[in-house]
């Protein structure tokens, strides 16, 4: 009896090393974004350089939402940004959350673990609402700053650290006059490759 007690408790340990052995892992990149400003100019700027991203990409990468209910990302804006290196144009973090469950199937199990990406963005005030003029001119180099700056930001939203080659997209400063080419194309392959979107057939519409 206690031999066959002990052949079942085996039996069961088997079983549950089985039961666990399929792990899924599924991840979530639809960023909805909440401008958490009551003034109607700044809500309106982040939707055209939204819209202006998602032209880029060739797809819908950013939505930009009207309630905070809505939303998984943030964007706001503060009075001289600083952090521990200074005062700064605008700081992008990236966020991601993990749930997890059990899906029993008859007698195995699996571990679906699902990860939903977001996105938390501040920029300075000042410098976003002195350069705001820029937006009736994509050629000035107002709106190529604000551009540049909310790719920036965006990015670090994405997972991309800084870069030290001065064309790339997430070198550490942006400039306020464009003398140089920055590297618009391969920042949109990154975050192409980061959605899994393959790449638009028209050509991009990049304005740096
Ligand atoms: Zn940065």
């Not at 809505?70 to 700064?88: C, H, P, R, Y």
Request: hydrophobic share 35%; charged share 25%; glycine share 6%.
């Amino acid at each position: 009896m206690l031999n066959q007690l002990s052949r079942l408790l085996v039996l069961v340990t088997c079983f549950s090393f089985v039961a666990c052995k399929e792990y899924k892992v599924k991840e979530v990149k639809d960023f909805r974004l909440y401008v958490n400003s009551e003034d109607p100019e700044l809500k309106a700027a982040i939707k055209e350089l939204a819209a202006q991203y998602n032209q880029d990409v060739g797809a819908n990468a950013l939505t930009v939402v009207s309630s905070k209910d809505e939303a998984n990302s943030n964007i706001s804006f503060v009075e001289n940004l600083a952090d521990d290196g200074g005062s700064k144009l605008g700081l992008g973090q990236w966020i991601t959350t993990e749930q997890e469950k059990n899906n029993f199937k008859g007698y195995s199990a699996e571990k679906q673990v699902t990860v939903y990406h977001s996105m938390a963005l501040e920029f300075d005030a000042a410098n976003f609402e002195g350069k705001l003029k820029g937006l009736k001119d994509k050629t000035s180099d107002e709106y190529k700053h604000l551009y540049h700056l909310f790719c920036h930001e965006v990015g670090h939203g994405m997972q991309l650290n800084h870069s030290d080659d001065k064309a790339n997209v997430m070198y550490k400063s942006i400039p306020d006059h464009y003398s140089r080419t920055i590297d618009f194309k391969g920042y949109f392959q990154y975050v192409r490759s980061y959605l899994k979107i393959s790449a638009p057939v028209g050509p991009s519409s990049v304005l740096i």
